[in-house]
């Protein structure tokens, strides 16, 4: 119970302290609208737009997340009232959870924006909106423990930045976004596979559009190891590095 | 009893060893304080006991709790205050308080009543509204305190408490840590102020480049300088005229004088004033001041470490601004 207590504050601090700032949150919403809109404008029929939403739904996560929680760990350990956390008895996991959720929470809040806009001009009848949501969730845990993971990287604030677009670019033109996995260079396509996010857009794709390339039962699965394998690593790198 | 007690604890950061085994232990109830100059390894051993800082060897028990093994389970014991106030800069001071009970499980009731008594008994009651890092210096870290002492903890650990902050501040704090330690709190505190130490500290120990010199009690290592009980005199007129008579007057006595006015009586045994009241009446001197010339701790700390304490605080504040 009382460790629960902790959870929830450390989560509710970190909602109305980073996320849910008017800055944040602006961009957060803002983002998946421009990127909406661009798409919107650019094509020429519904088809299009559902084409292109469940990569809009993956760059909106994956922007409201991973350089988010890198950032704001990395902000608090600058600040050293992080080391508050670390010296609390809490148990390091549920820490990290705690610490985790908040970004979690506004990657999902985020890929809404764009499903939610999208509904006033197209009909989204006929997709699969369980795999949507679970695809959601994951796409979302994953690209924040990805986050973690570069938090745990890096000492200073520039450097979360800089690290996050390391990832997250390459990542958004081989996640089978912009070019189809099936019409990827056959060198390259082994890279798109190490990327969570590609097993996201896969997912995405198909309870959307109906064109997955991968099984959707591996892509989940995959997902989870991503996500699992990130987040242990994050957590051996926080008792390495923080605690000296 | 002891609330805490270290042996042969070591620390290394690559090749370079911190903290050198070493040996300790903190009475319940008491104020301890580690002393020592810039880079002695004070921070890293509070580091080592609170959970921040892994030992690399030795063994660190909190009230029968082995802290090397599971500090998850001691840190609810435990009280923190760094060297640098840490709090949280957008949240206010009220805020700030509540949201670090919360990291001990206190519930919202408790919490909110317990935030809002702390910032009154530390004077902090108008600055609720104000954003942590509106504060100034001794502000801020008397909100540190007060976030550390949150959840009641047994045993509170002060990294240099007073450091950067003006006198009046600096009073104010020494004096609500007496207070805390009055209500039942032991606390552990690092200081480079040696007055600081020794008007506070019940014991002290003594650490230099990571090994600890000394422990004791104020008054135990006051004995060994206190080998002579001194009294001094100033007068109104020139002593050369009575310096002779006077010595052949207290043969058992050694006289030294500091300037023209001014003598030191000094015995191994008790000196009573009386006979030398009686001296300096009887050849016309008025006595304008008579002390007793106490030993300081600055003084252990210089025979035991060999260092200067002026130079010590200069190397401080200098490393401090920077
Ligand atoms: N993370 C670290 N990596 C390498 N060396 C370190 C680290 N932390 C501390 N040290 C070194 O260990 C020694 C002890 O440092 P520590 O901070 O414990 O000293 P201190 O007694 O607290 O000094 P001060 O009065 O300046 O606060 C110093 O020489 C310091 O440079
Ligand atoms: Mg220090």
């Known amino acids: 119970m009382k460790k629960w207590i902790a959870f929830w504050n450390i989560l509710v601090k970190d909602m109305k302290n980073y996320y849910l700032k008017p800055p944040n949150i602006s961009w957060g919403i803002i983002f998946p609208f421009a990127w909406t809109l661009m798409f919107l404008l650019r094509s020429k029929s519904d088809v299009d737009i559902r084409d292109i939403l469940p990569g809009i739904i993956a760059i909106s996560i994956l922007f409201g997340t991973t350089s988010m929680l890198a950032v704001t760990i990395t902000f608090e350990r600058k600040g050293r009232s992080f080391e508050r956390l670390l010296l609390a008895p809490i148990d390091l996991n549920l820490l990290m959870m705690a610490k985790t959720a908040g970004a979690i929470i506004f990657g999902i809040m985020n890929a809404f924006v764009p499903i939610v806009f999208s509904l006033f001009f197209i009909n989204l009848s006929g997709v699969n909106w369980i795999s949507v949501i679970v695809s959601v969730v994951l796409i979302s845990v994953t690209s924040t423990f990805l986050g973690l993971f570069i938090a745990v990287s890096v000492n200073e604030v520039f450097e979360a930045q800089t690290f996050s677009n390391f990832f997250r670019f390459p990542m958004i033109f081989l996640c089978g976004l912009f070019i189809p996995l099936s019409q990827m260079p056959v060198f390259i396509r082994p890279l798109s596979f190490v990327l969570p996010l590609t097993y996201g857009v896969d997912i995405l794709k198909a309870a959307i559009n109906n064109d997955g390339y991968i099984s959707m039962w591996i892509s989940f699965i995959a997902l989870i190891l991503f996500g699992l394998f990130m987040f242990l690593f994050s957590i051996r790198n926080v008792k390495r590095k923080w605690i000296m | ?322």
């Open chain 2, 1 to 322: 009893m002891n609330i805490l007690e270290v042996k042969e604890l070591k620390k290394s950061f690559g090749n370079f060893t911190a903290v050198k085994g070493i040996d300790f232990a903190v009475k319940k109830g008491e104020i301890f304080g580690f002393l020592g100059p810039n880079g002695a390894g004070k921070t890293t051993t509070i580091n080592m006991l609170t959970g921040l800082a892994r030992p690399d060897e030795g063994t660190i028990f909190l009230s029968g709790i082995d802290c090397v093994k599971d500090i998850k389970k001691a840190q609810h014991k435990i009280g923190i205050v760094p060297d640098e106030s840490n709090l949280y800069d957008e949240m206010n001071g009220f805020d700030n308080l509540a949201f670090c009970a919360s990291l001990y499980g206190i519930e919202k009731k408790k919490r909110e009543k317990k935030s809002k008594e702390l910032m009154e008994i530390f004077g902090l009651a108008d600055t609720g509204k104000k954003p942590f890092k509106a504060y100034s210096k001794g502000m801020k870290r008397k909100l540190t305190i007060a976030a550390g002492i949150i959840h009641e903890p047994e045993i509170l650990f002060l990294d240099e408490p007073t450091t950067g902050i003006d006198v009046e501040s600096a009073r104010q704090i020494r004096k609500l840590i007496s207070t805390m330690n009055e209500n039942g709190t032991t606390i552990f505190m690092t200081t480079h102020y040696i007055e600081e130490a020794e008007r506070l500290c019940n014991r002290i120990g003594f650490i230099v480049q990571g090994k600890i010199v000394r422990t004791g009690t104020v008054e135990e290592m006051m004995q060994e300088v206190q080998t002579d009980n001194i009294i001094q005199f100033t007068v109104d007129k020139d002593l050369k005229s009575i310096q002779e008579k006077l010595t052949i007057d207290f043969p058992k006595f050694v006289i030294e004088t500091v300037d023209n006015f001014t003598l030191r009586i000094g015995s191994s045994e008790k000196v009573s004033l009386m006979p030398f009241m009686q001296f300096f009446n009887s050849h016309q001197y008025t006595i304008h001041e008579a002390k007793i010339i106490k030993p300081s701790l600055e003084e252990v700390f210089v025979k035991v470490t060999g260092i200067e304490i002026d130079k010590m605080k200069k190397e401080k504040e200098g490393g401090k601004r920077k």
